[in-house]
């Protein structure tokens, strides 16, 4: 399915999702400082990673050998929206120092994140991506798709990790498609979405060190970047949700630089890992039973699902290439394969 024509149905199918506002604290600053963080007590000593310590130790120990604490400095957020379990989306601009590309993130971080159990801990990263051009908004960042209401509703299932949820803009404009990537003499979205918006996160949450923290989800054109950005990074991002992607570039600004859109193709990408054995990535892919594309990725799942490259097809009945479908595959299975593939928070006693 091309993404350009992806676009089209995304504008008609989820416009008015990616305009979602209203609440009654829209605008008003935001933090995601844990409050309970500055009250929490200090870790043990002598247990080290995995040790046993009195009262559970061990526990606190693990959590503080594998989180990063927010590095800093902090963005200023204001709400976009708010859940009904008061937890809020939030937005801020953010100036990419190693891309130099300027755009907006909106972010959202599940109740127990505000949990003082688990004030040692860092939280997986979800970098959710959307379909068609994804500028000037993101809209995974609105409510009535309910990806946040459904990763909360998931993880009290046991059916998810509770993610913290990172939407930032797709491209740089509504013009063209960037494929996710850096285009000779274009904006660098490659390294604005690898590199750009994970230091973001960094300076802001309480993260996993390792990769198996971080993952990515996308729809249509998002599911494409997702899908690049791990098999083009697998030393820093372990797993991805592709909803209806491309396997293959396509944006028409790649025209003569062949050379390096290859070097951004995911057939490629995925074949040099199983050539190099390694790092371990997990591709899970959704589709509908009523969208095209179907072959395609039951022919990528054939040619490069194998060795490092451990893959996931959730078929949707009934299914369209839109994002309640994919939400509804989520729920279906395909959430609780890539939260068993990925670091959980991990609770003080």
């Known amino acids: 399915m091309n993404r350009r024509t992806a676009a089209l149905i995304a504008a008609a199918v ?11 604290d829209e605008g008003e600053p935001v933090s995601f400082d844990s409050p309970a963080a500055s009250t929490a007590a200090p870790a043990p000593k002598g247990g080290g990673p995995g040790g046993q310590n009195k009262a559970g130790g061990g526990a606190v120990s693990e959590a503080v050998a594998k989180t990063l604490l927010p590095t800093g400095p902090k963005a200023q957020f204001t709400t976009q929206n708010t ?24 972010v959202w971080a599940p109740k127990q994140y505000f949990d003082p159990k688990y004030a040692q801990s860092g939280f997986p990263v979800l970098i959710a991506l959307p379909g068609g051009n994804g500028y000037p908004k993101n809209y995974w960042m609105g409510t009535d798709l309910k990806l946040q209401s459904s990763i909360t509703q998931w993880s009290k299932e046991g059916k998810s990790v509770p993610f913290v949820v990172v939407m930032p803009v797709l491209n740089p404009d509504a013009k ?22 994970p230091d973001f996160v960094k300076a802001n949450f309480r993260t996993f060190k390792s990769r198996d923290g971080w993952a990515f989800m996308g729809s249509s054109s998002g599911g494409f970047v997702g899908l690049k950005s791990v098999l083009k990074r697998p030393d820093q991002f372990k797993a991805v949700i592709a909803s209806g992607p491309d396997t293959v570039p396509d944006s028409p600004l790649w025209a003569g630089h062949e050379a390096e859109k290859q070097a951004n193709n995911p057939e490629k990408l995925a074949q040099a890992l199983i050539d190099r054995n390694g790092p ?32 996931h097809l959730q078929v949707i009945q009934g299914g369209r290439h839109n994002a309640h479908t994919y939400i509804k595959g989520m729920g279906d299975g395909t959430m609780q394969w890539i939260s068993s593939k990925l670091q959980a928070p991990i609770p003080s006693p």
């Open 14 to 24: 989820l416009g008015s999702v990616a305009l979602v506002s209203g609440c009654s």
């Open 83 to 106: 859940l009904e379990d008061g937890t809020k989306i939030g937005m801020t601009t953010l100036h990419g120092k190693k891309s130099g590309f300027t755009g907006k993130v909106w």
């Open 176 to 197: 063209y498609y960037y494929d996710g990537s850096d285009i000779p003499g274009r904006p660098r979205m490659g390294t604005w979405m690898t590199e750009d918006v």
């Open 280 to 311: 371990e990535v997990d591709l899970a892919f959704q589709i509908g039973t009523k969208e095209g594309g179907m072959a395609n990725l039951n022919g990528f799942i054939a040619r490069y699902g194998k060795g490092p490259v451990k893959t």
